[in-house]
């Protein structure tokens, strides 16, 4: 059976991953931009060569010079190959870990959905929070009773107005402008209301004057 059909393959590594492929592929564009570097080196030191060259030596200089500047274009062909590719692969990496993350948030809102409808209809009623408000609102209304029977003035007879209270200021004012008008009593006025002086204070001024 073994010759007819052969042997069955083991299983080969498991392939890399996007990241790992896309670091890969960055490690062989490093590598290929220091031979760029080394060949940009390679050039400069040719253009100096080749302005104190005579002219046998000269053909020979840009003949190795134009190979250098070959190799340096394929490998910068290269490098841009690479660099397109690794662009794609962190495109699918970043699609993939965008899909990941867009599962994970419906399972999440799933979850949450029915866990609102299961405490909507175990832990709320909504007669009964109707009911809770409508108590709500009549224990408010019988407070505010309480507190303007509270506040209500007991000094003051219920069947006095506020009319009966202003005429009855008035009537307090011109009783105080009568009293004031009355004359004062002659035993609280001053001794000298005048301020007119004594006889004999006004012979001791002339007294004095005469000196």
């Known amino acids: 059976m073994k010759r007819v059909f052969g042997k069955k393959k083991a299983p080969g590594p498991p392939p890399p991953t996007l ?12 590598h290929l931009d220091s031979k760029i570097a080394a060949l ?3 050039l400069a030191s040719f253009k100096k060569k080749l302005k104190t060259a005579n002219a046998s030596s000269k053909r020979n200089l840009q003949k190795r010079a134009i190979d250098v500047l070959k190799r340096k274009r394929m490998y910068e062909q290269q490098r841009d190959q690479l660099l397109a590719q690794q662009f794609n692969m962190d495109q699918a990496s970043f699609g993939i870990e965008s899909a990941k993350a867009t599962v994970e948030s419906v399972a999440a809102m799933k979850a949450a959905n029915v866990e609102l409808k299961r405490a909507l209809k175990k832990d709320l009623d909504l007669d009964a929070v109707d009911d809770l408000a409508d108590d709500m609102e009549e224990l408010m209304y019988e407070m505010n009773e309480i507190n303007e029977a509270m506040g209500r003035n007991f000094a003051t007879p219920e069947d006095v107005t506020e009319d009966d209270l202003e005429a009855e200021l008035d009537l307090l004012g011109d009783e105080l402008e009568e009293e004031d008008d009355e004359e004062v009593p ?8 005048t301020g007119a002086l004594k006889k004999d204070d006004q012979e001791a001024e002339a007294a004095l004057a005469g000196l």
């Not at 990241?19 to 490093?30: I, P, Q």
Request: glycine share 4%.
């Open 19 to 30: 990241n790992e492929a896309s670091d890969n592929l960055g490690k062989r564009t490093s």
């Open 40 to 42: 940009d080196k390679d």
């Open 186 to 193: 002659s035993y609280l006025l001053p001794s000298n209301p």
